[in-house]
């Protein structure tokens, strides 16, 4: 990896797994400068052959609290459409086209733009005091953007509804009863269960992670009468590869495999 440096976060690698921790004190907050930041850094450790997967963290006393409000004072609708279009459209793109897979761990407070960050994760582990919300609506007497389709997605309309227009902080215990998140660990040992779960990730085959998490994006939208054929194509076209050979090589001769990501 680069020697690439930053204001608002930090990166660290260790045994294949690279770190996005967002560090702007005191909250955390977004702004353009961190957007930008942030996606320089997952460019970075997404073409870093060393990394097999992607940790979203945040310093201090939680991910983050959102987008920065007094960054926004004097926003009208063009400036707010420019910085959403950073934002939303671009930080959606680059995290569905990772070739790696990225989960979040949060601990402390999500509120808003950061539960777009987390939730554009494929996967979610939260600490017992991670608290999740949205309150567009009372402090921007506005929509919350993005978690419209995430919340409904995930957990329904009524449901939805409920933490949209009153703005309810979720607790993580409640979010994982609702298939909010992955899961939900006691705080002290966040950082060791995100490891964990990133590494038994890490041990698979790239290649087979890559298509599985494109395949994954790809039939979220499917209709049903698409997913067929979607899935014979995927998993047809896989058993040509090296490491689809290799996979059903090590399970017979009971080994580990050896991944070339071919």
């Keep these: ?6 204001e608002t976060l930090r990166v660290e690698v260790e045994n294949n797994i690279a770190e996005i921790i967002l560090d702007r004190p005191p909250a955390n907050l977004i702004d353009r400068k961190s957007t ?9 450790v997404d073409a870093d052959p060393n990394v097999r997967v992607i940790i979203l963290s945040g ?10 409000l007094k960054y926004l004072e004097s926003f009208g609708s063009d400036e707010m459409k420019d910085f959403l279009r950073l934002f939303y459209l671009e930080t959606m793109a680059l995290t569905r086209s990772l070739q790696k897979p990225i989960l979040a761990a949060v601990h402390g407070y999500a509120r808003e733009g950061a539960c777009t960050l987390a939730f554009a994760c494929d996967m ?3 600490a017992d005091d991670a608290s999740f919300g949205y309150p567009g609506v009372p402090n921007l007497a506005a929509p919350p953007g993005m978690h419209v389709w995430f919340l409904q997605k995930l957990i329904g309309r009524m449901k939805a509804a409920e933490l949209i227009f009153t703005g309810k902080v979720i607790v993580a215990e409640d979010a994982a009863r609702l298939g ?15 490891r964990a779960l990133a590494g038994k990730i890490a041990e698979m085959s790239p290649l087979a992670l890559k298509q599985t998490r494109d395949l994954l ?3 979220e939208d499917m209709k049903f009468s698409e997913v ?26 009971k080994r580990k495999p050896h991944w070339t990501g071919r």
């Design 1 to 6: 990896m680069n020697g690439a440096s930053y």
């Design 59 to 68: 310093a201090g006393k939680g991910l983050s609290g959102g987008i920065d």
């Design 124 to 126: 979610i582990i939260a």
């Design 217 to 219: 994006y790809a039939m």
């Design 180 to 194: 909010l998140i992955t899961k939900v660990v006691p705080s002290v040992k966040l950082k060791e269960e995100a």
């Design 36 to 44: 930008l930041e942030y996606h320089a850094a997952l460019k970075v």
């Design 228 to 253: 067929p054929a979607a899935a014979l194509e995927a998993l047809a076209s896989a058993f040509d590869s090296d490491d689809s050979k290799e996979a059903r090589r090590a399970f017979l001769e």
